[in-house]
T-cell receptor, first 108, second 112 residues
């Protein structure tokens, strides 16, 4: 089983809608989780980190962590065309292990 | 002022050649990494250095040799390049465990 699994997408949402991205992981001991955004041809950029169960909000982004169910999710509210990118889920187990990414397209 | 800088940005070379990629960070981070992103966009760690000491070597062919002259620099030398080495190589740095990484802009290596 892969260490980090993401819903593979691609995901297409209309402008103004909520984009929902999910990620599951296999290592129950994982403590630190991250969401990165990668525009085409660019490097990954950290957008959210979450360490404890529950929700963490930052602007239009909300990360949710449930350690008992071993999943972490990212909600993008009021999606904008500039949110079109690949979103990478990652967990830190002495190194960052990434999921395969979910490509999001926001339709104007 | 770029936080993590890599050079060169693009590298096109023939099979069998040897090439190097350089990385520097000015964030004061203790740990630096090399990641490879393949054509399917999957990011996989290759090496990690903490304050000049190698701490992670993820079953990478020994044609790849990292070198860290000081904690702000991490270089990657690749011998006898193969077609399968074509990928984007990212350098990254972090303060330490649990801290998010800052990535460089990447080096797109094409082996022909």
């Amino acid at each position: 089983q892969k260490e980090v699994e993401q819903n593979s997408g691609p995901l297409s949402v209309p402008e103004g809608a909520i984009a929902s991205l999910n990620c599951t992981y296999s290592d129950r001991g994982s403590q630190s989780f991250f969401w990165y955004r990668q525009y085409s041809g660019k490097s990954p950029e950290l957008i959210m980190s979450i360490y404890s169960n529950g929700d963490k909000e930052d602007g239009r982004f909300t990360a949710q962590l449930n350690k008992a169910s071993q999943y972490v999710s990212l909600l993008i509210r009021d999606s904008q065309p500039s949110d079109s990118a690949t979103y990478l889920c990652a967990l830190d187990d002495y190194k960052l292990s990434f999921g395969a990414g979910t490509t999001v397209t926001v339709r104007a | 002022d770029t936080a993590v800088s890599q050079t060169p940005k693009y590298l096109v070379t023939q099979m069998g050649n040897d090439k190097s990629i350089k990385c520097e960070q000015n964030l004061g981070h203790d740990t630096m990494y090399w990641y490879k992103q393949d054509s399917k966009k999957f990011l996989k760690i290759m090496f990690s250095y903490n304050n000049k000491e190698l701490i992670i070597n993820e079953t990478v062919p020994n044609r790849f040799s990292p070198k860290s002259p000081d904690k702000a620099h991490l270089n990657l030398h690749i011998n006898s390049l193969e077609l399968g080495d074509s990928a984007v190589y990212f350098c990254a740095s972090s303060l330490g465990p649990g801290d998010g990484y800052t990535f460089g802009s990447g080096t797109r290596l094409t082996v022909v």
